[in-house]
């Protein structure tokens, strides 16, 4: 029976029985019904790679070191710079340069931080655009 209303023994509240079996029967027949009518899903992607072999692998960059000491002595590749214009005609240089090379600035721990921002400061207003801190982690702690 679908519903069952009555008083059983001596009780008052009326009591309510629902038959659950045909709901769910209904369920799993439209679950299944829809999984039979979902389009299978293709995952492949038609790509166009290229043919012939690879270029052959660049050159790797030039580098520059630009080590700031520690009372604010500027060395280009280990050449102590004498002045701000001898480090600044060098970054021109580098900054003309169809390719730029890399320019590693090292500081050392104990530098004025004045003293590698004039640097860094200077090599972006030549246009220095490969410019970056590396190797010296005790700086940039």
């Known amino acids: 029976m679908g519903m069952n209303m009555g008083s059983s023994g001596g009780d008052d ?6 038959n659950m079996t045909p709901l769910i029967d209904v369920m799993l027949v439209l679950i299944i019904m829809l999984i039979i009518t979902i389009p299978i899903q293709n995952h492949a992607i038609n790509l166009n790679m290229p043919s012939g072999t ?10 520059v070191t630009v080590d700031v000491d520690f009372d604010g002595t500027v060395l280009w590749d280990g050449v102590v710079v004498p002045d701000r214009a001898t480090l600044e005609s060098k970054l021109r240089v580098v900054a003309n340069t169809p390719t730029q090379p890399e320019v590693h600035l090292r500081p050392n721990k104990l530098v004025p931080y004045k003293s590698v921002a004039a640097v860094m400061a200077s090599a972006q207003r030549l246009g220095v655009t490969k410019i970056g801190m590396v190797g010296n982690e005790q700086f940039l702690q």
């Open 54 to 63: 690879p270029p052959p692998p660049t050159a790797p960059p030039v580098v």
């Open 13 to 18: 509240e009326p009591m309510i029985e629902m």
